[in-house]
């Protein structure tokens, strides 16, 4: 593989990156509907399909890419930019929303302390980047073993919420303490030809399970798909809760690791888009709301077909406009500070 010409990264990462932003931007152009009467099973069933993996995949890359931070840290020093960088994002990114808020609704709610929407990420970002040194210290076995035991047990905890996106961050933490142990070497496995079969395998069943078959748990359970809130908010009991989490804990590593067989390894039109995806998950949820709010939906959501074309085409458009290089470079400026 040879790399990029910005940032001397692997073409391939960028590659990776560039199709999970465009699935973030698509599972969040589709989510507002999801309350619509007239949108049919269809499209949740599709929507639910995306969000099985796409947040996942992505923290499973951010994982991947915060080696260095740890590099860093074991030779006694800290990237305090990196953090001051995520947290400088958080406070700006809930503070536009807010004021889109304000003047979509009339009303103004800044809580600083609370998060359901996209700016959680900055925040879990500082939370994962604070505990990866730990992790790293005792090795990826007991790390990825202790990750997986933390998701699965402290959602039993009926007090786990969207407070400090605690709920997400450990809900999710598997994911990105697996990306940061992830070897390079192993995608010389999983990009065999025979990988790619069963890729492709792995693909069309989620698919037909989501789509077609148009699972029920996956209405009853979505805490399991957004990740925000203990098990009691399923009104099941905990064993039940616990293996599901397991199925979907298996399902979204599956589907992880068919796109990374998938994802070309050459460069493309699109590649540079995974050099500028912060920028993109700041900037698409707030034209999307304005879109949503100002009735830009409406038109399109009496066929599913139709709706979903125009979902498709706003999703690229999102990805295009927000990769703008001064746009991206803006976003970054809080990570250049010295501190």
Same mark, same amino acid.
């Given at each position: 593989m040879k790399n990029s010409v910005e940032g001397n990264r692997l073409i391939y990462w960028d590659n990776l990156k560039a199709i999970l932003i465009f699935c973030v931007c698509l599972g969040h152009v589709l989510l507002p509907v999801l309350q619509e009467e007239i =949108?049919?099973?269809? /499209?949740?069933?599709? &929507? +639910? +399909? =995306?969000?099985?993996?796409? %947040?996942?995949?992505f923290i499973f890359v951010s994982g991947f890419f915060s080696k260095s931070y740890v590099k860093r840290f074991?030779?006694? &020093? @800290?990237? @305090?930019?990196?953090?001051?960088g995520f947290l400088c994002l958080y406070f700006l990114f809930k503070l536009i929303n807010s004021v889109k808020d304000f003047f979509i609704s009339g009303v103004f709610i800044f809580d600083i302390l609370r998060e359901e929407a996209?700016?959680?990420?900055?925040?879990? %970002? =500082?939370?994962?980047?604070l505990m990866i040194p730990v992790f790293a210290q005792i090795g990826a076995r007991k790390a990825i073993s202790a990750a997986l035991l933390f998701s699965l047990f402290v959602p039993l905890w009926d007090s786990l919420s969207n407070y400090l996106v605690s709920g997400r961050t450990i809900n999710w933490l598997p994911f990105f303490v697996a990306g940061y142990f992830f070897d390079k070497r192993l995608l010389e496995i999983i990009k065999r030809r025979k990988a790619y079969i069963i890729?492709? =395998? #792995?693909?069309? /069943? %989620?698919?037909y399970l989501f789509i077609y078959k148009e699972i029920d748990y996956f209405y009853k359970f979505n805490t399991l798909v957004f990740a925000s809130q203990s098990y009691a908010s %399923?009104?099941?009991?905990? #064993?039940?809760?616990? #293996?599901?989490?397991?199925? +979907?804990?298996?399902?979204?590593?599956?589907? /992880?690791?068919?796109v990374m067989t998938i994802c070309p390894t050459k460069e493309y039109w699109f590649t540079y888009i995974g050099q500028r995806t912060l920028g993109i998950y700041i900037?698409?949820? #707030? @034209?999307r709301d304005i879109v949503f709010k100002a009735g830009g939906y409406q038109p399109f959501l009496s066929n599913h077909f139709v709706f979903l074309a125009f979902s498709i085409i706003l999703s690229v458009v999102l990805v295009i406009v927000f990769s703008w290089k001064p746009f991206n470079d803006f976003v970054k400026l809080p990570f250049t500070i010295k501190i």
């Open positions: =949108v049919g099973r269809a /499209i949740h069933s599709l &929507t +639910f +399909f =995306v969000y099985s993996f796409h %947040m996942p995949a074991k030779n006694g &020093t @800290v990237q @305090v930019n990196k953090l001051f996209a700016p959680w990420y900055m925040l879990g %970002m =500082v939370w994962w980047l890729a492709a =395998v #792995i693909i069309l /069943i %989620m698919a %399923m009104n099941q009991r905990k #064993i039940v809760c616990l #293996i599901l989490k397991i199925l +979907f804990l298996l399902g979204s590593s599956a589907m /992880i690791l068919a900037g698409h949820c #707030i @034209v």
